[in-house]
């Protein structure tokens, strides 16, 4: 007996860091982390529900700054050689802990782990968004897309051809590599803001997810809150709210459930307990010792010291959550049906994928352990995707999306606060000219044809909502402030080359190369 139905969604994403002018580049080991920790695990998980025939549903955005990093051949010849060197000290850490067998299965655990991630990643020709296309083609995992740069596009409102060159360049990177438009888009922090549903369907996309405020503050509320989608009477284009309860039992820092003490502890790690010469060829390219992606304990309580990481155990625990897991939604799937008048509740459980393997390690078992125990249960929750749950119950909603983010406060304080505010006048600025040279330049020379194009990449690249983001947090705030300063100078410069008719073609040469995110762009999708 079906009590409710569950959409998880994973919202992949890392913005584009590509320093071919060095030889190894610190921010860089955001993907090679993520690919090791997060989405090689993720993609081999997903393959092992396949081979044993488990019903699984999973909806997953893959950004386009994301994909395009997992294509580029120069980010793929240093993750494999990152990979290597990972491997390398795996070797060494399982010699090393030969005579203590607190540590020595947990080394070996390393040395499996990362020879599976070598052969995995060769197997996938070292592109993994070939699983993600061939896992899709089983109906199973619904792709979905979102905006070009992950721009926050709520203080884009007063641009809305800059919205719209995010949001139809992302559809088109989608399609490049993934085949087809996407039915659905993540809005880029969930943030929204009335109207931008026009956008949204302007550009053929059918559903988009919202943090649970946005829908329950629509106008005018919906009968079933955020346990059914709503359409906006003016577009038909659907919006799903995050269901709040999901969210905490995994989220929360009180009651989630990565911070278990049998898990395994995030911040303890090699590079910062071992001795700094044995641990320096696997450090960061300044030799700073920081987190190299061994860790040998688990997070056992609140204070500093910790006991030895026991794998089986946590395994156990993974399990034991998962059931607990389901166990909850069909209690609350059972006490909302009471307001459903008949209808099957929707829990939308979107999280950021990283949260899986990089900061909860055991977020992939867990995972695994709750798409495998949902296709045993004769009662409880179905899994499903939100596009999947509209097509077969229908949606009967109708009404208009509130201004909203998942953001701290819930709008739009992260994104604009005086760590971050002087951006804005900048990337305002930029749209306004990028408008004005695609409206000007109909069919120009090649070469100013190029430099209109790479204008078009700063402009996106600069309009990244990562950048805000280190800014309020403080992490990699320096590199967050170089990159937007990076886009800035070059925008103007080519700017004024354009206008002058002397295009510095060896310097536009080297901005291509480095900042070559999005080849087919046209810059004429700002007209």
């Known amino acids: 007996m079906r009590l409710g139905n569950l959409a998880f969604v994973l919202h992949a994403h890392l913005p584009f860091v590509r320093h071919p002018e060095h030889p190894e580049f610190l921010e860089e080991d955001w993907l090679f982390e ?54 390398e000290l795996a070797a060494k850490e399982l010699e090393r802990t030969r005579w203590e067998p607190e540590f020595h299965h947990v080394a070996r655990m390393y040395v499996e782990k990362f020879s599976q991630c070598q052969a995995l990643y060769e197997r996938l020709e070292r592109n993994p968004n070939k699983a993600f296309r061939t896992l899709a083609a089983t109906g199973r995992l619904e792709l979905i897309g979102c905006a070009a740069t992950h721009a926050y596009l709520p203080l884009m409102s007063n641009h809305p051809k800059a919205q719209r060159a995010q949001l139809e360049l992302g559809c088109r990177e989608f399609e490049r590599h993934f085949g087809s438009r996407p039915k659905g888009l993540w809005l880029p922090e969930c943030g929204y803001h009335p109207g931008l549903d026009r956008i949204i369907a302007d550009c053929g ?228 000219r990028m408008e004005r040279l695609a409206t000007e330049h109909i069919d120009p020379p090649a070469m100013v044809r190029r430099a209109l194009n790479q204008a078009a990449r700063e402009l996106l690249l600069a309009q990244s909502s990562d950048w805000a983001f280190s800014l309020t947090t403080g992490a990699h705030a320096e590199y967050a402030v170089a990159r937007v300063r990076s886009h800035v100078h070059a925008f103007l410069s080519l700017d004024q080359q354009v206008a002058s008719g002397e295009i510095d073609n060896a310097w536009l040469e080297d901005l291509e190369s480095r900042n070559n995110i999005f080849p087919d762009v046209d810059y004429r999708i700002f007209t």
């Open 205 to 432: 996309i059918g559903y988009f997810f919202m943090d649970t405020h946005g829908v329950l503050l629509s106008e005018p509320r919906p009968r079933y809150g955020a346990f059914e989608p709503i359409r906006s009477p003016d577009t038909g284009v659907l919006a799903f709210g995050r269901d709040q309860e999901s969210s905490r039992q995994v989220w929360s820092k009180i009651e989630g459930y990565p911070g278990d003490p049998w898990y395994r502890d995030f911040y303890r790690d090699v590079g910062f307990d071992l001795d700094y010469e044995y641990v320096r060829p696997y450090l960061n390219p300044a030799g700073e010792r920081g987190a190299i992606g061994i860790k040998y304990h688990r997070i056992t309580g609140a204070g500093e010291a910790k006991l030895p990481y026991d794998p089986g155990m946590a395994r156990v625990r993974a399990g034991e959550h998962a059931a607990n897991f389901l166990f909850n939604r069909e209690k609350q799937s059972e006490w909302i049906a009471g307001a459903m008048d008949g209808r099957v509740p929707l829990l939308v459980a979107p999280y950021d994928a990283e949260l899986f393997g990089h900061w909860w390690y055991e977020g992939p078992i867990w995972l695994e352990e709750v798409f495998r125990q949902a296709s045993r249960r004769q009662r409880g929750v179905s899994l499903t995707t939100p596009w999947r749950h509209a097509q077969s119950e229908g949606v009967l909603q109708e009404a208009r999306p509130a201004f909203s983010s998942w953001g701290e406060g819930g709008y739009s304080t992260f994104w604009l606060n005086g760590n971050n505010d002087w951006i804005y006048p900048h990337i305002h600025e930029m749209a306004t």
């Open 34 to 87: 993520a690919l090791t920790e997060t989405y090689l695990p993720l993609i081999a998980m997903l393959q092992s529900l396949e081979r044993d025939a488990v019903e699984w549903r999973l909806t997953m955005s893959v950004t386009p700054t994301l994909a395009a990093m997992l294509a580029d051949p120069l980010l793929q010849d240093r993750y494999q050689a990152r990979l290597g060197r990972l491997a």
